[in-house]
């Protein structure tokens, strides 16, 4: 039996408006330091067969690059909120050029509002030279709270508005790894829990997760097409941040993901906290319907098809935060029970697991706050997110006279409780279960004055552009920091075992008595990037006790 969350204090995660927020600082802190590299126009690219037809790519700084693959059929009319069907085959060529459409979202900071339903693709770049071998497969899910985002994000406004903050071609080059990421439904489309739907199809008797479908059919496309731009079907690893590194952790114990794919990499977020039950799904579901009217229709599920993306948008706004929690939910069939019961159970997938967080992961959040300015507006904040019975066990682990002021006290609390500690609790799990299992604390403060005038710190996000190489860093330090990151990931994409860097300390394994990890830094000095040992372990002990009453 599924135990109830609501009846216990919630672990609540960050609230949808300001993951929103944050999810644009990141790309636009990230980006204002280091400039935009044009894309090569100098040649047209290459051709390509794939199962549904040919695609034409181009090339791009010693890479190919074929972007907006069609890896799922348009979740359109009766197929809105099933699960995805196989992609209709094309004729002739595919232009594949341009990304495709962001999949439907509200407007929002993190870039230009869709209504979209036609939105399942996919991009894949692989170097521009030949293989001699297949290439590992690196599989990206995009952050955005499974609320907003796309494998398309840029700064929408001059002079950033170039710059992809997930193209992979650099990685893909200088790696010699195919780069795969994918669109996938988000918001009430694709986290729609309505039981009707689940009464649809005997074959899948679930509802909910459509989003999670989404990205395990693009995992059954890789699987059948990545030979095609020279990678291994063999070895694909997963890897995202922030809800795509909770999405990660989701497939790592779906009994429906196993075997499409042998390693991961969770960035940010960790899904033992922050998942709904089912009837909290259902409830959401039919808080909308009766939001646009269609409750006590004859047919709510056509009512609800028939209606424009626009009205499903904004009453999917509307009631969101009153699921409380991540938009994804333990529906019986992708997830058969919580991600903590399959961890503690062994049965999620054997498969090499590396995780990490960054040091300052609360802080983009409350940009433009209010500042808490006293003890008694801290604990009276405690009371509010976590309730009266937390807040005392809270103050002791977290005293305010720890901190500059309450408000840094509370900022770290929401951090650590939301995204580092949880990211940590599924390491501990994972390597208890005897699994390969690699941790890290990314704690560079990247060398920007708004990043100084702001407080940041080593933000949530910081480390994308280090991990995708996508932009030029301006120093010396953060250049060889995104040069050992890139290894570190794409050596431990290739072999699974303890991630490798030419001028790097050995990755330590994670286990729960050692707790030993990989601290990465880039002021230039080899030290900066070492082991450590204990990394907030008393606070994250205290959060994942939390964990298990929610």
């Known amino acids: 039996?599924?135990?109830?969350?609501?009846?216990?204090?919630?672990?609540?995660?960050?609230s949808t408006q300001w993951r929103r927020f944050a999810a644009l600082l990141t790309a636009t802190i990230a980006l204002a330091a280091w400039p935009s590299l044009a894309r090569s126009q100098g040649q047209s690219g290459t051709l390509l067969t794939v199962a549904d037809g040919q695609v034409?790519?181009?090339?791009?700084?010693?890479?190919?690059?074929?972007?907006?693959?069609p890896y799922a059929a348009p979740p359109v009319g009766a197929l809105r909120w099933r699960p995805p069907t196989p992609a209709i085959p094309w004729g002739g060529v595919l232009d594949a050029?341009?990304?495709?459409?962001?999949?439907?979202?509200?407007?929002?900071?993190?870039?230009?509002?869709?209504?979209?339903?036609?939105?399942?693709?996919?991009?894949?770049w692989t170097p521009e030279s030949a293989p001699t071998k297949p290439r590992p497969v690196m599989v990206w899910i995009h952050g955005g709270s499974n609320q907003v985002g796309s494998t398309g994000d840029f700064v929408p406004f001059p002079p950033?508005?170039?710059?992809?903050?997930?193209?992979?071609?650099?990685?893909?080059?200088?790696?010699?790894?195919?780069?795969?990421?994918?669109?996938?439904?988000?918001?009430?489309f694709g986290f729609f829990g309505h039981g009707a739907v689940a009464a649809e199809d005997a074959g899948f008797p679930y509802s909910g997760n459509q989003g999670l479908l989404d990205q395990r059919a693009a995992l059954v496309w890789v699987r059948d097409n990545i030979a095609a731009f020279g990678g291994d079907p063999g070895n694909v690893t997963i890897f995202g941040e922030s809800a795509g590194s909770w999405d990660v952790c989701t497939h790592v114990v779906s009994p429906l993901s196993a075997g499409l794919?042998?390693?991961?990499?969770?960035?940010?977020g960790g899904c033992t906290t922050g998942i709904a039950t089912k009837a909290e799904g259902a409830s959401y579901a039919s808080a909308v319907s009766a939001t646009v009217g269609c409750d006590g229709a004859p047919d709510e599920l056509a009512c609800l098809r028939a209606l424009p993306v626009s009205t499903l948008l904004a009453a999917g706004s509307a009631n969101a935060e009153d699921l409380s929690v991540n938009t994804i939910t333990v529906d019986g069939g992708f997830l058969p029970a919580h991600p903590r019961a399959l961890f503690d159970a062994g049965t999620f997938?054997?498969?090499?697991?590396?995780?990490?967080?960054?040091?300052?992961?609360?802080?983009?959040?409350?940009?433009?706050?209010?500042?808490?300015?006293?003890?008694?507006?801290?604990?009276?904040?405690?009371?509010?997110?976590?309730?009266a019975t937390l807040t005392a066990q809270i103050e002791t682990l977290y005293p305010v006279t720890n901190f500059i002021s309450?408000?840094?006290?509370?900022?770290?609390?929401?951090?650590?409780?939301a995204l580092l500690c949880s990211t940590y609790d599924v390491a501990r799990r994972v390597a208890a279960a005897g699994r390969r299992t690699y941790v890290y604390e990314f704690a560079r403060v990247p060398p920007l004055s708004v990043v100084s005038l702001l407080k940041l710190g080593a933000f949530h996000g910081a480390e994308i552009p280090y991990v995708f190489g996508s932009?030029?860093?301006?120093?010396?330090?953060?250049?060889?920091?995104?040069?050992?990151?890139?290894?570190?990931?794409?050596?431990?994409?290739?072999?699974?075992?303890?991630p490798r860097s030419k001028k790097g300390p050995a990755w330590p394994r994670f286990q729960p008595k050692t707790y030993q990890m990989l601290r990465l830094d880039g002021s230039g000095e080899l030290k900066d990037v070492r082991r450590i040992k204990n990394f907030r372990r008393t606070e994250c002990d205290f959060w994942s006790s939390q964990y298990e009453q929610n």
């Open 1 to 14: 039996m599924i135990e109830d969350a609501r009846s216990t204090p919630r672990v609540r995660p960050l």
């Open 56 to 69: 034409q790519g181009h090339l791009n700084d010693g890479a190919r690059e074929f972007l907006g693959i």
């Open 97 to 124: 050029s341009t990304y495709s459409s962001a999949c439907a979202q509200s407007a929002s900071l993190t870039g230009t509002a869709s209504e979209q339903e036609d939105c399942l693709y996919l991009n894949v």
């Open 160 to 188: 950033f508005q170039d710059v992809r903050l997930y193209d992979a071609h650099r990685l893909s080059a200088r790696q010699d790894v195919v780069v795969v990421s994918l669109n996938y439904r988000l918001g009430v």
């Open 261 to 268: 794919f042998h390693r991961a990499i969770s960035e940010s």
């Open 349 to 387: 997938a054997q498969v090499p697991y590396l995780l990490g967080a960054n040091a300052d992961e609360g802080t983009l959040f409350f940009i433009g706050a209010t500042p808490l300015a006293t003890p008694a507006e801290y604990t009276a904040a405690l009371q509010a997110r976590f309730g």
């Open 406 to 417: 309450p408000q840094d006290a509370f900022v770290r609390v929401v951090g650590d409780s």
């Open 471 to 498: 932009l030029t860093p301006p120093t010396t330090g953060d250049r060889l920091l995104n040069s050992r990151m890139q290894q570190y990931w794409t050596r431990f994409a290739e072999k699974g075992r303890a």
